[in-house]
């Protein structure tokens, strides 16, 4: 069964950085897209960004050219890279694999933005 552990979120200034990593279990890690989600208070999950098996990725417009997905196979870890970041951008972020095996969410990781 996949487990997935979220982790590097906290409290940044608007315009600053953070770099968040995900690392999975119980699946064959390589063989999946990853996908990184974001929820915000009232708000639905929403795909921010997702890198396939073969690295190739694919953003949200909201995040395009901010933020950088990459993924390494050896750890079985997916990163998201986050610059520039906006009051709009907070929100709990959880990573999933893609097709999902199962209805089961990591922890998430809760990034805040604020001056």
């Known amino acids: 069964q996949v487990q997935l552990v979220e982790s590097g979120g906290g409290l940044v200034q608007p315009g600053g950085s953070l770099r968040l990593s995900c ?24 795909l921010v960004a997702t890198i396939f098996s073969d690295g190739d990725t694919n953003y949200a417009g909201s995040v395009k050219g901010r933020f950088t997905i990459s993924r390494d196979n050896a750890k079985n870890t997916v990163y998201l890279q986050m610059n520039s970041l906006k009051p709009e951008d907070a929100a ?24």
């Open 23 to 46: 690392a999975a279990s119980g699946i064959r890690f390589s063989i999946y897209a990853m996908g990184w989600y974001r929820q915000a208070p009232g708000k639905q999950r929403e």
């Open 92 to 115: 709990v972020y959880y990573c999933k694999e893609i097709p999902s095996t199962s209805d089961y969410w990591g922890q998430g990781t809760q990034v805040t933005v604020s001056s």
